[in-house]
């Protein structure tokens, strides 16, 4: 369905000159800085695969993907979408792909939300039966009808990501692109679109490529992930893998009744302060129920929290590591 | 006197900040000075024109009206890198004006030296060298005494305050109208005529000239520009300065007031 | 190739028809806006006046005269604003990433971007314009035959699709530098005056200029000429009747300048 050979993408940037003198010679001379910001790539994706892209901040994550929507054209390499090369015939990429980016809208802000699918219509030149039948479905899945005549810019965030992916999906594409689907959604939101995703794939048979620095996204929907950053690629196939190596970390956080000295065979005390301690253990060598059950023989606990690793912290204990 | 100091320190600091900010947004400068090019190209033409054929007009020659074109046209070059008034009305739009107002300085006054250090960054890469190459090329009429260059000086800046106080006073109307749109285009028509901007207010029609000179927008070019050119002098020159303070006091105090009131008015509906 | 143009046009009427619906919604920022640029072009007149007052003609042409110079560009300015208008502020849809969205959907950008803003606001200039040119139509007893109507319809269609193309051709450098509504004011602002006063009174050079390289002269000087029965040094009186063919040439040009741009932008993004 994708296939990506040995892409880079290089950037040019403007450099800040220091000091007052420095700010009249810019006023006259330019100097750039170059960026590489996906440094030659490669991979490929079979047709009904969920795809995880992660990776931190400017790691590279949008850049490829606007790469393969056809709106930036690399600087080497060659990228297939189905068969078309998404940057030279950006139009006919258009119709077989759909697009959401999680940070901006792709509706008309002054519309009705309705409206904006109407004008899809117009433009992905969608038969009346094939759209009447899509917005019936997503309408139900969704629960799109609960604002679908308010404006778009008095949606609340859920919806409008209800409304975009809605709206990404009216013309059948054979690939969807999902860049932070999630972002600043609240648990609730996100799991129902993380539902509509898995669906989407499983009904329709719709190969998604989803952006994320959300771990939990990747956990819930994607078999495989590519893990990048700065421009390259530091992992890419089963989710599980890597969990079965990074994934076991767990942070504890606790809240102990008084002042208590910390002492606990296999678990390393990462931070104090006062009466709340951070602790880090590994599942493979004690679970939760066992520390826990350990702790609370000796000391009072007021309260607890347990977390994840987060996916900075995989990240670097593949730099130190590696796999 | 200690803490004026500090406080005058801090407020040079906003200036010393923006000058280097500057530099930033040098694409925006360069568009700046081409626009003010073209249009002394544009008003030296159309004084050119309209003298054709003739000597004086109205007692004024055309080597006075051209030379107060000039300076005339420098002086716009030089107010338009510090405007205030987009940045209250978007401050104010936003509602970020809160953040600015809990903070330990005066708002007018920062914005007012963040402003002159846009205008120093703008006057000595761009408004001085292209002027000085004018000047020498057309060598217009100048002032021929240091008392005449100290007046024009002065004036220059009274105008500067008057502008900077009107301006100000009208972006803060946004508090209580939403849209401005009909009422700013009034306001700037009104500088541009009655400023004598572009056309010095020897050539207005004698009503519109006695109107004029009642009001305070003629003290934001066309007092600093007719002292350059020496079409001011003696008593006339003195009591146009003494009106351009008068104005600058006036203006100066119908800022504070709707300021005061700005400010209650973001504190009683909080923002 | 008819099917397609058909197709193009339905789409447009419904995202311009989206896009009054959407500005109806304020309408007290509406008739604002409205008011606003008739208020604009009024105290440029006035302006005009007033530098009349004391000289009575500039350069053979008198205040009526030069009301009809202005109104002519202002009709056409207003009208070319209505489609390209929100073409200034291209760099905002730049800065913010909105624009993506115009380069991941079936149609051409350049049409789909257009079809965006449908702009009512500019109805204040058109009244202003239609007002001020049937004010010098009376003042200066024009008595218009149809040959002479024609040229005056061709300049109007002409200089809408000379400045449309100037506003193209300007949010082209948002591709470039992601700024255009500034360089929009200080450029194309400046311009718009210095046209409004006869061409004859400024140096060969830039009479030039404004012929040839930005066609502002075709907007309203030389089929003023033609109009008003006047005579130019240089130029002959049947250039007037040449705006159309000077516009539909100079938009195209500012059209595949902007296609360029998009392509800049596919390879450096924002």
């Known amino acids: 369905m994708i296939t990506v050979k040995n892409i880079s993408k290089i950037f040019y940037i403007n450099k800040r000159q220091e000091g007052m003198l420095g700010a009249i010679r810019s006023m006259f001379f330019r100097e750039y800085i170059e960026k590489i910001a996906v440094n030659d790539i490669s991979f490929s994706i079979s047709p009904g695969e969920i795809v995880g892209y992660i990776g931190p901040n400017g790691a590279g994550k949008s850049t490829t993907i606007k790469m393969l929507t056809g709106i930036l054209v690399p600087t080497s390499g060659e990228i297939r979408v189905n068969g078309v090369i998404p940057y030279r015939e950006r139009q006919k990429n258009a119709r077989q792909i759909g697009v959401v980016f999680g940070q901006r809208t792709q509706l008309w802000g002054d519309l009705p939300t309705v409206d904006s699918f109407e004008l899809l219509k117009q433009i992905y030149q969608i038969p009346e039966k094939k759209y009447r039948k899509n917005l019936e479905t997503f309408t139900e899945i969704l629960g799109l009808d609960e604002f679908l005549n308010t404006p778009v810019r008095q949606l609340s965030l859920g919806q409008r990501m209800r409304a975009d992916i809605a709206a990404s999906l009216l013309h059948d594409p054979a690939v969807l692109f999902l860049d932070e689907p999630t972002i600043g959604l609240d648990v609730v939101a996100k799991d129902r679109m993380r539902k509509f995703i898995r669906e989407v794939n499983k009904e329709r048979g719709v190969t998604v490529i989803l952006t994320t620095h959300d771990m939990s996204d990747i956990e819930k929907l994607c078999k495989r992930m590519i893990l990048i950053d700065k421009g390259k690629i530091m992992y890419d196939g089963e989710l599980a893998k890597i969990k079965e190596v990074f994934g076991r970390d767990r942070i504890l956080t606790i809240d102990f009744e008084g002042d208590v000295p910390f002492l606990e065979k296999g678990v390393q005390l990462i931070r104090s302060e006062g009466n709340r301690k951070w602790l880090k253990f590994n599942l493979e060598e004690i679970s939760t129920a066992q520390l826990l059950a350990e702790i609370a023989k000796k000391n009072e606990i007021k309260d607890f929290i347990i977390q994840e690793p987060e996916i900075d912290y995989i990240i670097r204990k593949i730099y130190e590591r590696g796999l | 006197m200690a803490g004026l100091c500090g406080k005058l320190r801090m407020y040079l600091e906003f200036s010393r900040i923006s000058f280097q900010r500057a530099a930033a947004y040098r694409f925006e400068a360069w568009m700046r000075l081409f626009s003010n090019v073209v249009f002394l190209f544009m008003w030296g033409f159309i004084w050119y024109g309209l003298y054709m054929d003739r000597d004086s007009v109205s007692g004024v020659t055309f080597q006075s009206v051209f030379s107060y074109v000039l300076i005339s046209q420098m002086l716009q070059g030089i107010h338009s890198a510090g405007t205030p008034l987009w940045e209250i009305q978007e401050k104010v739009r936003s509602g970020d004006i809160v953040t600015e107002i809990i903070r330990p300085y005066d708002y007018p006054t920062r914005l007012l030296f963040a402003d002159l250090g846009s205008i120093a960054f703008y006057f000595l890469t761009a408004i001085f060298p292209l002027y000085s190459v004018i000047f020498l090329i057309f060598r217009p009429l100048i002032p021929t005494s240091p008392e005449q260059w100290f007046l024009f000086f002065l004036s220059v800046v009274l105008g500067y305050l008057i502008r900077y106080f009107i301006e100000l006073t009208f972006g803060l109307f946004t508090f209580w109208l939403i849209e401005t749109g009909g009422v700013e285009d009034i306001f700037y028509f009104a500088i541009s005529l009655f400023s004598g901007a572009t056309i010095p207010l020897w050539f207005f029609p004698g009503w519109l000239n006695t109107l004029a000179r009642y009001l305070p927008f003629q003290g934001i070019y066309f007092v600093p520009n007719a002292i350059f050119v020496g079409e001011l002098g003696g008593t006339e020159l003195f009591s146009a300065l003494t009106v351009q303070l008068f104005w600058v006091a006036v203006s100066f105090l119908i800022l504070r007031f709707v300021w005061y009131k700005a400010g209650k008015k973001i504190v009683g509906q909080g923002g | ?270």
Not at chain 3, 48 to 68: D, H, K, P, R, T
Not at chain 3, 124 to 146: D, E, N, P, R, V
Not at chain 3, 214 to 220: D, G, H, I, S
């Open chain 3, 1 to 270: 190739m008819a099917r397609s143009i058909y197709n193009a046009l339905r789409i447009y009427w419904y995202m311009v028809e989206a896009s009054i619906r959407a500005q109806m919604q304020y309408s007290y920022a509406f008739i604002m806006n409205i008011l606003g640029w008739m208020m604009h072009y009024t105290g440029m007149a006035i302006t005009m006046w007033v530098l009349l007052y004391s000289f009575q003609a500039l350069n053979g042409w008198v205040y009526w005269e030069l009301i009809f110079l202005f109104a002519l560009s202002v009709l056409s300015w207003s009208i070319c604003t209505i489609f390209f208008f929100h073409f200034r502020k291209l760099d905002v849809h730049i800065v913010q990433g909105t624009f993506d969205r115009f380069l991941v959907r079936p149609i051409s950008p350049f049409f789909h971007f257009m079809a965006l803003k449908f702009d009512v606001g500019a109805l204040g200039q058109l009244f202003f314009s239609i007002g001020a040119f049937i004010l010098a139509y009376i003042k200066l007893s024009l008595h218009w035959s149809w040959a002479e109507w024609l040229v005056f319809l061709g300049a109007v269609i002409g200089g809408t699709l000379i400045q449309g193309g100037m506003l193209v051709l300007i949010s082209t450098i948002a591709f470039y530098t992601t700024r255009s509504e500034r360089v929009f004011w200080v450029l194309i602002f400046p311009f718009r005056n210095l046209i409004n006063y006869p061409l004859t009174i400024f140096p060969k050079a830039m009479q030039m200029f404004i012929t040839f390289v930005l066609p502002f002269a075709f907007v309203n000087y030389l089929p003023a000429l033609i109009l008003l029965d006047k005579a130019d040094p240089v130029f002959p009186g049947f250039w007037g009747s040449l705006s159309i063919f000077v516009g539909i040439l100079f938009f195209w040009f500012s059209y595949r300048v902007w296609q360029k741009g998009v392509d800049r932008y596919n390879s450096t993004g924002s």
